[in-house]
């Protein structure tokens, strides 16, 4: 029967590993089943009767090739990669890096409000969106980030009405976004940033002892109240306006004194109307690598928390409350749908300069918003005021970032979760001196497998996946 000239399909490439009594198989356009440890041997041994009900199951899921399913094979997988084609879409913009706040972890390694370096100026901010258009993507996302990007609200005004102008020429899909501390967010600019139609962020580390531990402001004061008052404000002039496609929305950054809050943290941004969390673990860059040994914690540390969170999250769904976990969404649409949701941390290859670049005060050009928080030369990709897109994107160095993120290395290769996974250079650079790295000995490639693994976990589950199901229907 494994007589090559009686069959009629070709095994297609595929990954594995076993859970408790039965097997995980994925493949690379990104399609899974579980099998049996009997089923998995007819697999390995390739012991496929024709037209069985196990032969039609792996046809299906495209484990197996046939001329029935060859053409959906390969347009999944020209779909999951469809994002290699689009050029750089995701901009971030650093209109200041002065700050008032002088939160614990620092990533950006903000300056204070004294600081007379690190603004941009109406030069710079004009070189800046006339490279951004060069990017031959029909989609442009433009994002303010700090420093406390409203305390050079002079800039993002004038960046914002200078992109749509230059759209009356382009027409992309040009789309702004803005990362606040909501500390100096008057009515003034509130009523600016809804009237152009500017998605709105804020950082929210949870209950007001926690976030303000995390989060003070630079004089000592506590943050918690204006974050709260401002998503309360903003979210109530949303309504006020009849704006359906625009929510507040908040980031958190987990630190050691987070552990212990899970449900506290869960029921903060669900109190204060929240639909999402994404519960990303702490990254060394910036001022964080100061204090790393006082707010960093272990791989297994994070993981229990991750869990308890996750599991409260479903449990709370379970009895009608819609609350989702952004980082379990994004590993879902990629398990669950044919598209990639094209989140650039966790994409082969990575998003580095080919999907996002981040622009400082000065005009200089970072593969991406982490690479600038290291301030490296190797992910300086150059400078507004003297390159061109075209220069900058087929450098050397941006061709070497790209390769470098690439997950074909051979110890990825064997990886399950290949499918779905990706390589940062930038977080190999800072862990271990190099952006080629020993990836499983990273705490990145232990959490995403541990995170891939529990998913897995839970879909087998049919109330799980259909929640799961329901957090992908909601984002459409």
């Not at 990669?81 to 890096?97: A, C, E, K, M, R």
């Not at 940033?193 to 209950?207: A, Q, Y």
């Not at 109530?236 to 506290?264: G, V």
């Not at 990254?283 to 928390?305: K, T, V």
Request: with cysteine; proline share 3%; net charge positive.
């Amino acid at each position: 029967m494994n007589d090559k000239s009686k069959q009629n399909h070709l095994i297609n490439n595929y990954r594995h590993k076993k859970f408790g009594n039965e097997f995980l198989v994925t493949t690379d356009h990104g399609s899974w089943i579980f099998l049996s440890e009997k089923e998995f041997e007819k697999l390995k041994k390739d012991l496929i009767e024709k037209d069985s009900e196990f032969c039609k199951k792996l046809e299906e899921t495209g484990i197996i090739i046939t001329t029935k399913n060859i053409k959906t094979i390969l347009r999944k997988l020209e779909k999951r990669n469809d994002f290699l084609y689009q050029g750089t879409s995701l901009h971030i913009v650093i209109p200041t890096l002065r700050c008032n706040q002088k939160c614990i972890y620092c990533h950006a390694s903000s300056k204070s409000l004294n600081e007379k370096k690190g603004e941009m100026d109406e030069e710079t901010a004009k070189k800046v969106i006339d490279f951004i258009f060069q990017s031959p993507s029909e989609y442009i996302a433009i994002e303010f980030q700090g420093g406390e990007p409203l305390l050079n609200f002079k800039i993002v005004s004038y960046m914002i009405h200078y992109a749509k102008k230059l759209n009356k020429k382009y027409k992309k899909n040009l789309i702004f976004r803005i990362v606040s501390n909501f500390s100096i967010l008057d009515e003034e600019k509130l009523n600016f940033l809804i009237k152009e139609n500017v998605g709105i962020c804020t950082s929210l580390d949870g209950p007001n002892y926690l976030h303000n531990k995390n989060r003070p402001f630079a004089n000592k004061k506590e943050s918690h109240h204006l974050v709260e008052k401002g998503i309360q404000k903003l979210n109530k002039k949303y309504k006020k306006n009849n704006i359906k496609h625009q929510r507040a929305n908040a980031l958190i950054t987990i630190t050691k004194y987070s552990l212990q809050y899970p449900k506290e943290i869960i029921d903060e941004y669900v109190g204060l109307g929240l639909k999402d969390i994404h519960l990303r673990f702490l990254n060394n860059l910036g001022d964080a690598r100061q204090i790393w040994d006082e707010i960093s914690y272990s791989c297994e540390e994070f993981m229990d928390f991750w869990k308890k969170s996750i599991d409260y999250i479903l449990e709370m769904n379970k009895k009608g409350v819609f609350f989702r976990e952004r980082g379990c969404l994004i590993i879902l649409q990629k398990i669950l749908t044919e598209t990639d949701p094209n989140f650039v941390d966790i994409r082969s290859p990575c998003g580095a300069a080919i999907e996002q670049l981040s622009y400082t005060p000065e005009g200089d050009i970072f593969s991406c918003d982490e690479a600038r928080m290291v301030g490296e030369d190797l992910f300086k990709l150059g400078n507004v005021k003297k390159d061109t897109y075209r220069k900058i994107i087929s450098s050397n160095q941006t061709c070497s970032l790209v390769a470098s993120s690439i997950n074909d290395c051979q110890i990825c290769d064997y990886c399950v979760y290949k499918p779905y996974c990706g390589i940062c250079p930038v977080c190999n650079f800072v862990e271990q001196g190099s952006i080629i790295a020993k990836t499983l000995e990273t705490p990145r490639c232990k959490i995403y497998k541990a995170q891939f693994t529990y998913l897995f976990e839970k879909l087998k589950n049919l109330e799980n996946k259909k929640i799961f199901q329901d957090w992908i229907n909601k984002t459409k």
